[in-house]
T-cell receptor
Framework: QKEVEQNSGPLSVPEGAIASLNCTYS??????FFWYRQYSGKSPELIMF????GDKEDGRFTAQLNKASQYVSLLIRDSQPSDSATYLC???????????FGTGTRLQVTL | DVKVTQSSRYLVKRTGEKVFLECVQD?????MFWYRQDPGLGLRLIYF???????EKGDIPEGYSVSREKKERFSLILESASTNQTSMYLC???????????????FGPGTRLTVT
């Protein structure tokens, strides 16, 4: 069983729409949750992190965490073609500093 | 801004060669990581280090070793390169200082290694 699961996509949304990216995790004791964006051929870059239940907003991005359901999501409002990328969910569990990454969801924003 | 650099963007090596991949970070981070990324498999942790001369195996350490002699530098070594080690290799670093709830990792640009 994968520890962090994401739908690989592609998720296709029209420009201006809301993109919703989802991630589930298996370790109920997980503490911190991260969303990374990775453009093709580039390295991942951090978009947001969240560690408390509820919503966290940063510009067009909102991260949502539901620890009871072991579910974290990323909403992208007013999607732009430049948002087209693979989005990686990462989870920190335990005392070590390492993160466990999902395999990513590819997002395509169409004109 | 955190800066993580890797010694090469592209590298081509022959089977059996010893390969060194270097990573340097300039933010005095305690933790450093080596991943490989393959299509459909995502990011897989090879080794990580939480202090100078300290290292821990990740999920796929076989065929690799690491060295951390200085805090800012973390090296990945392929003792005898094989074709199944052809991959994108990503280095990352993170700090343990902060709220304790954040351990965000900052990535280098990656090294695309081809073993022929």
């Amino acid at each position: 069983q994968k520890e962090v699961e994401q739908n690989s996509g592609p998720l296709s949304v029209p420009e201006g729409a809301i993109a919703s990216l989802n991630c589930t995790y298996s370790d109920r004791g997980s503490q911190s949750f991260f969303w990374y964006r990775q453009y093709s051929g580039k390295s991942p870059e951090l978009i947001m992190f969240i560690y408390s239940n509820g919503d966290k907003e940063d510009g067009r991005f909102t991260a949502q965490l539901n620890k009871a359901s072991q579910y974290v999501s990323l909403l992208i409002r007013d999607s732009q073609p430049s948002d087209s990328a693979t989005y990686l969910c990462a989870v920190k569990s335990g005392t070590a500093s390492k993160l466990t990454f999902g395999t990513g969801t590819r997002l395509q924003v169409t004109l | 801004d955190v800066k993580v650099t890797q010694s090469s963007r592209y590298l081509v090596k022959r089977t059996g060669e010893k390969v060194f991949l270097e990573c340097v970070q300039d933010m005095d981070h305690e933790n450093m990581f080596w991943y490989r990324q393959d299509p459909g498999l995502g990011l897989r942790l090879i080794y990580f280090s939480y202090d100078v001369k300290m290292k821990e195996k990740g999920d796929i350490p076989e065929g690799y070793s690491v060295s951390r002699e200085k805090k800012e530098r973390f090296s990945l070594i392929l003792e005898s390169a094989s074709t199944n080690q052809t991959s994108m290799y990503l280095c990352a670093s993170s700090s343990i200082i902060g709220t304790g709830a954040t351990y965000e990792q900052y990535f280098g640009p990656g090294t695309r290694l081809t073993v022929t």
